[in-house]
């Protein structure tokens, strides 16, 4: 038997709540129907020793108390949804398309250079090279 069970009701008698009060909140509380049978009629005995007959007509009322609020209690069941995806409806109204980035995509407005420009360019160094070298030696 618990004893911290019996210990509890009798702490709830002793406040002056009815034995079948604090046998609904332990039961409540998530105690076995079983627990608090046996605990009560602990309760019972220890309150002034009155006969077990006695003991046992409150567990006999406890339990139909405890049957009627096994039958109030709601059984969680789970909810099943089916996962349905999105229908797109988006719909083009002529907007120009918006671009955040252009990473990526070949820039169209990226000019190649000419051939002659790289030759003249070329020709420009080597030309720079050639003062250089010619300064550092004479």
């Known amino acids: 038997m618990n004893q911290s069970l019996v210990n509890g009701l009798m702490h709830a008698v002793s406040r002056g709540?009815?034995?079948?009060?604090?046998m609904m909140s332990f039961f409540n509380a998530g105690y076995s129907k079983g627990e608090i049978e046996g605990a009560a009629a602990e309760v019972q005995r220890l309150?002034?020793?009155?006969?077990?007959?006695?003991?046992?007509?409150v567990v006999r009322k406890v339990e139909g108390v405890v049957a009627k609020a096994e039958r109030k209690?709601?059984?969680?069941?789970?909810?099943?949804?089916?996962?349905?995806?999105?229908?797109?409806?988006?719909?083009?109204?002529g907007k120009a398309k918006q671009e955040v980035s252009r990473?990526?995509?070949k820039s169209k407005t990226k000019k190649n250079f000419p051939i002659w420009t790289v030759i003249i360019l070329s020709l420009i160094l080597l030309g720079l090279?050639?003062?250089?070298?010619?300064m550092m030696f004479y």
């Open 47 to 57: 309150q002034g020793g009155k006969p077990a007959t006695k003991s046992e007509q």
């Open 103 to 105: 990473y990526g995509n």
């Open 129 to 134: 090279l050639g003062v250089l070298a010619f």
């Open 73 to 93: 209690i709601p059984v969680a069941r789970p909810v099943v949804k089916e996962f349905q995806q999105p229908k797109k409806t988006f719909q083009h109204r």
């Open 17 to 22: 709540e009815s034995l079948q009060q604090a």
